[in-house]
């Protein structure tokens, strides 16, 4: 037996590490055994739908008996929630926006290793509201690149390899409209999660273009709805999405 040097979690479960190995092997191509639960993705600005549209989508998987997971980013698994509270509370300048970009890439690797690669590993849909393309769209277009796309890249790199959503589905939306119906909802909140919210409309804007031009640079990848249709129809369109990208 040759001697480890430790253990890490890669996209295929806990794997033990030979000592030169070690940073060829961080990432081994994704086996994808069959059958592979598909990620998807659902990414956008404030109040654009993502958390109403996931639950829709969830109860229409388990009625066609997919056997799915609904999570979420900040804050995915009981660790991150710690991450979330700081992340999206408080004051919107409390920290510089490298340090944000790692405290979100923590949060990613935790959700990834503990949750999200076991689930699609065991053959369960994994539906999450947000993931690494809202730290592009926030920490670089929105922030009007005060992160750069290289150091994104990198931590890219660094915490997720080459794995990468099956499916994103982006909901478009004017943010004047997106704002409105956030703050209706932050009004019932214990906790109000309103940290990005309150940065000016010129914040939003950006993180609306920046989206739509990751759209274009990735179309295999990214589906984009107009979110400003009722809650049925846009359900609706999500469904024929998924069921046109993986023949259900
Ligand atoms: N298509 C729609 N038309 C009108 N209102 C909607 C629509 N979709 C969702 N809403 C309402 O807008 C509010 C925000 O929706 P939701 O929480 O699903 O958005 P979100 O994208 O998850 O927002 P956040 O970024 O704040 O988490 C909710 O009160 C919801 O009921
Ligand atoms: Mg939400």
């Not at 060829?24 to 600005?45: A, H, I």
């Not at 769209?137 to 080459?162: P, R, T, W």
């Not at 906790?191 to 031009?213: A, P, Q």
């Amino acid at each position: 037996m040759p001697s480890l040097k430790g253990q890490v979690a890669t996209p295929e479960g806990i794997v033990g590490i030979e000592e030169r190995e070690f940073q060829l092997e961080l990432f081994p191509e994704c086996r994808k055994p069959s059958p592979r639960g598909m990620f998807v993705t659902f990414e956008g600005g404030e109040g654009t739908g993502k958390s109403t549209q996931i639950k829709l989508l969830s109860d229409y998987l388990h009625s066609i008996q997919i056997n799915n997971i609904q999570t979420k980013e900040p804050g995915g698994t009981e660790i991150g929630q710690e991450l979330r509270s700081l992340l999206v509370t408080g004051d919107k300048d409390k920290f510089d926006a490298v340090a944000e970009a790692l405290l979100y890439y923590a949060d990613r690797r935790i959700h990834l290793t503990n949750k999200i690669w076991p689930a699609l590993n065991e053959g369960t849909w994994v539906l999450s509201d947000r993931f690494a393309d809202s730290t592009v769209a926030y920490q670089y277009y929105g922030y009007d690149k005060k992160v750069s796309k290289e150091l994104l890249d990198d931590l890219y790199q660094i915490a997720v390899g080459d794995f990468k959503p099956d499916l994103t589905i982006l909901l478009d939306l004017e943010p004047k409209i997106g704002l409105e119906r956030s703050f209706k909802k932050a009004i019932n909140m214990d906790v109000k999660e309103t940290r990005h919210e309150s940065r000016g409309l010129e914040f939003h804007n950006n993180l609306r273009n920046g989206y739509l031009e990751m759209a274009q640079l990735e179309p295999e990848r990214f589906v984009v709805l107009d979110a400003n249709k009722n809650i049925e129809q846009l359900h609706i369109e999500i469904v024929q999405t998924i069921k046109e990208r993986f023949k259900l």
